[in-house]
């Protein structure tokens, strides 16, 4: 059975980090893009980070370069988004997506 986990999320002040993962079972995820998106209440679903399945290059959203930062262990099955310098629009369910499945997401809010 397939299932992807996220967890890392919290409550954060502006200008702090988290490190989110997602861990992967049920399948090698070895051979695909892996991808990061979050949905702020009342938005659409984002893309904010991809990475490659084979060059291990990356792709952010323009409002989290610079800050974010995917990355990859092959040998745990696991995704990881590291967010720094996080503000109070970053705030987010976040979500991993891979092959075509998602997580249950895990809940980011960034507020004073």
């Known amino acids: 059975q397939v299932q992807l986990v996220e967890s890392g999320g919290g409550l954060v002040q502006p200008g702090g980090s988290l490190r989110l993962s997602c861990a992967a079972s049920g399948f090698d995820f070895s051979g695909y893009v892996l991808n990061w998106y979050r949905q702020a209440p009342g938005k659409e679903r984002e893309l904010v980070a991809r990475m490659s399945s084979t060059s291990g290059l990356a792709n952010y959203a323009d409002s989290v370069k610079g800050r974010f930062t995917i990355s990859r262990d092959n040998a745990k099955n696991t995704v990881y988004l590291q967010i720094s310098n996080l503000k109070p629009e970053d705030t987010a369910v976040y979500y991993c997506?891979?092959?075509?499945?998602w997580g249950q997401g895990t809940q980011v809010t960034v507020s004073s």
């Open positions: 997506h891979i092959a075509n499945f």
